[in-house]
């Protein structure tokens, strides 16, 4: 007799080939967009470090010769300053790329795509560090690294959210996504508690290891990315639709070994437009310019704010702002749920933010509570931030960018999304540059303007107000498109072509 199967087994067995697709799909994107977070953390943890040299050390100083004070240049008055000027060459650089980056991955195998931007990443990320080992003193060569990162690290975002949307469908993208978005968190601690492991010993390392992560990352995407559903009568279809459609045939339009097809060539203008053109696309872009802005000031300055507030090391605050992302991680899955059930988007990010604006009050009084509070005040105030804006980001912006005005061109979601998280990007570079010339003068002018973007985040929302209050109108967002495009005329006969053909499958 043959031995009985074993549950674990029969389990694994009964789902097919696609189910294991998706599940492949959804982990792997997630961790690669974990090791893109993880690379950008560090920096907000060797922040404190490279100032408190300075400060701890001076004393010292005057006694030993030998003992360098600090980290130049930023042992001068103006080291905040000087600090957020690297944030904004980043973040400057990110925001400006983002808007190329989901049009150029429109038309390129996204798992090419994304490995060249990973490894590339890895390199500049580990550059920053190298500037620790060989004793590298020049601003210049960070801010010129720190643009360089933030260029390449736009491959990430379209392409993951691309991979994603492909794969699944609108039933529970709110819940789904919401757990997908944790990676921006999980991402954010493991950066946290990776650099703040050699931030007092070697914060080169800090950057380096990072670095290697994500470089290795990429190579896995490489080898093991499925980009969307795999059919062999794609390539025909396309081929088809683009010469009923009368326009010139893409050469790059079947790429059997990244799973990726392409139909026809649209120009740059096209694509922002059928994108601008989307109801709700411009409302939830400055609603997420605003939210990110939050968001983002938070990652790049919350350790340094509690180093000098609650007069911790930076490693122990490094450690304690992880709890700001863990907070993020139940809020953004907490939104998603609310929304699926509410089949609300925009109401579901208007009451988060309405409620974070007092919790922001409140954090800016932190240096009067004691830990307790503050580990509360974390985790809540993480939620109410982060919530908004993974919402936006992953579920509004695959909503908007898979909506039936675009007659089924899923492909058009990369453009979507960057035009939201380009637009949200400005915002993360205006933050992070605006914390660091309004701390000089006190760190409660830093939490009025994040209150002031709180604010006006949820104004940006409440334009939708038609759909919010119940009429028609972007909520769970709408969309209604121009005349028909290239593309739309493209994807339309697409459809038509798969339509005359299924008689024979």
């Given at each position: 007799?043959?031995?009985?199967?074993?549950?674990?087994?029969?389990?694994?067995?009964?789902?097919?080939?696609?189910?294991?697709?998706?599940?492949?799909?959804?982990?792997?994107?997630?961790?690669?967009?974990?090791?893109?977070?993880?690379?950008?953390?560090?920096?907000?943890?060797?922040k404190s470090e490279l100032h408190r040299n300075c400060s701890s050390a001076t004393e010292l100083a005057t006694v030993a010769s030998n003992v360098d004070c600090s980290w130049k240049p930023f042992d001068k008055s103006n080291y905040k300053q000087?600090?957020?000027?690297?944030?904004?060459?980043?973040?400057?650089?990110?925001?400006?790329?983002?808007?190329?980056?989901?049009?150029?991955?429109?038309?390129?195998?996204?798992?090419?795509?994304?490995?060249?931007?990973?490894?590339?990443?890895?390199?500049?990320?580990?550059?920053?560090?190298?500037?620790?080992?060989?004793?590298?003193?020049?601003?210049?060569?960070?801010?010129?690294?720190?643009?360089?990162?933030?260029?390449?690290?736009?491959?990430?975002?379209?392409?993951?959210?691309?991979?994603?949307?492909?794969?699944?469908?609108?039933?529970?993208?709110?819940?789904?996504?919401?757990?997908?978005?944790?990676?921006?968190?999980?991402?954010?601690?493991?950066?946290?508690?990776?650099?703040?492991?050699?931030?007092?010993?070697?914060?080169?390392?800090?950057?380096?290891?990072?670095?290697?992560?994500?470089?290795?990352?990429?190579?896995?995407?490489?080898?093991?990315?499925?980009?969307?559903?795999?059919?062999?009568?794609?390539?025909?279809?396309?081929?088809?639709?683009?010469?009923?459609?009368?326009?010139?045939?893409?050469?790059?339009?079947?790429?059997?070994?990244?799973?990726?097809?392409?139909?026809?060539?649209?120009?740059?203008?096209?694509?922002?437009?059928?994108?601008?053109?989307?109801?709700?696309?411009?409302?939830?872009?400055?609603?997420?310019?605003?939210?990110?802005?939050?968001?983002?000031?938070?990652?790049?300055?919350?350790?340094?704010?509690?180093?000098?507030?609650?007069?911790?090391?930076?490693?122990?605050?490094?450690?304690?702002?992880?709890?700001?992302?863990?907070?993020?991680?139940?809020?953004?899955?907490?939104?998603?749920?609310?929304?699926?059930?509410?089949?609300?988007?925009?109401?579901?990010?208007?009451?988060?933010?309405?409620?974070?604006?007092?919790?922001?009050?409140?954090?800016?009084?932190?240096?009067?509570?004691?830990?307790?509070?503050?580990?509360?005040?974390?985790?809540?105030?993480?939620?109410?931030?982060?919530?908004?804006?993974?919402?936006?980001?992953?579920?509004?912006?695959?909503?908007?960018?898979?909506?039936?005005?675009?007659?089924?061109?899923?492909?058009?979601?990369?453009?979507?999304?960057?035009?939201?998280?380009?637009?949200?990007?400005?915002?993360?570079?205006?933050?992070?540059?605006?914390?660091?010339?309004?701390?000089?003068?006190?760190?409660?002018?830093?939490?009025?303007?994040?209150?002031?973007?709180?604010?006006?985040?949820?104004?940006?929302?409440?334009?939708?107000?038609?759909?919010?209050?119940?009429?028609?109108?972007?909520?769970?967002?709408?969309?209604?498109?121009?005349?028909?495009?290239?593309?739309?005329?493209?994807?339309?006969?697409?459809?038509?072509?798969?339509?005359?053909t299924s008689i024979w499958t």
């Open positions: 007799n043959m031995a009985p199967v074993p549950p674990g087994i029969r389990l694994l067995v009964s789902f097919n080939r696609d189910q294991w697709y998706r599940a492949l799909t959804f982990a792997l994107t997630f961790l690669l967009y974990t090791s893109f977070h993880l690379s950008r953390k560090p920096i907000s943890i060797v000087l600090l957020g000027a690297m944030d904004y060459s980043f973040l400057c650089a990110y925001a400006v790329g983002m808007y190329l980056s989901g049009i150029i991955g429109e038309r390129l195998p996204i798992r090419l795509y994304l490995t060249v931007g990973m490894l590339t990443s890895g390199l500049f990320t580990c550059l920053f560090g190298l500037g620790y080992v060989y004793n590298i003193h020049n601003l210049t060569f960070y801010i010129v690294v720190q643009v360089a990162n933030g260029l390449v690290q736009t491959t990430g975002w379209p392409s993951v959210v691309t991979c994603i949307g492909n794969w699944f469908g609108k039933g529970r993208r709110g819940l789904i996504m919401g757990l997908w978005n944790s990676h921006t968190s999980v991402g954010n601690i493991l950066g946290s508690l990776i650099a703040g492991y050699w931030v007092s010993s070697n914060w080169g390392m800090s950057f380096i290891v990072p670095g290697l992560i994500i470089a290795a990352m990429g190579v896995v995407c490489f080898l093991f990315l499925i980009e969307r559903k795999f059919s062999p009568l794609i390539g025909r279809l396309s081929e088809h639709a683009c010469r009923n459609a009368e326009l010139p045939l893409n050469p790059g339009i079947f790429h059997p070994s990244s799973l990726l097809f392409d139909c026809c060539h649209v120009s740059v203008s096209e694509a922002v437009k059928g994108g601008l053109f989307l109801q709700g696309v411009i409302e939830f872009s400055l609603s997420l310019l605003f939210a990110k802005l939050v968001s983002y000031t938070f990652l790049f300055w919350l350790p340094l704010y509690i180093t000098k507030a609650a007069h911790l090391d930076a490693k122990r605050a490094g450690d304690l702002s992880t709890l700001f992302d863990v907070g993020g991680i139940v809020g953004g899955v907490l939104a998603g749920v609310t929304s699926d059930k509410l089949g609300k988007r925009a109401s579901t990010c208007a009451v988060m933010l309405l409620l974070a604006a007092p919790m922001l009050y409140g954090f800016s009084m932190i240096s009067e509570f004691g830990l307790g509070p503050t580990i509360g005040m974390l985790l809540v105030c993480g939620g109410l931030v982060n919530g908004p804006y993974a919402l936006i980001t992953t579920a509004v912006s695959a909503d908007l960018g898979t909506h039936k005005s675009l007659k089924g061109n899923a492909r058009a979601l990369s453009t979507v999304t960057a035009i939201i998280d380009g637009t949200g990007s400005v915002g993360a570079a205006v933050g992070p540059l605006l914390a660091g010339l309004l701390s000089a003068g006190g760190w409660h002018r830093v939490f009025y303007m994040l209150m002031t973007a709180d604010f006006l985040a949820l104004l940006a929302l409440l334009h939708t107000h038609t759909r919010l209050w119940g009429g028609p109108g972007p909520e769970e967002p709408q969309g209604t498109a121009a005349a028909p495009t290239v593309t739309h005329l493209c994807v339309l006969s697409l459809s038509r072509s798969q339509e005359e």
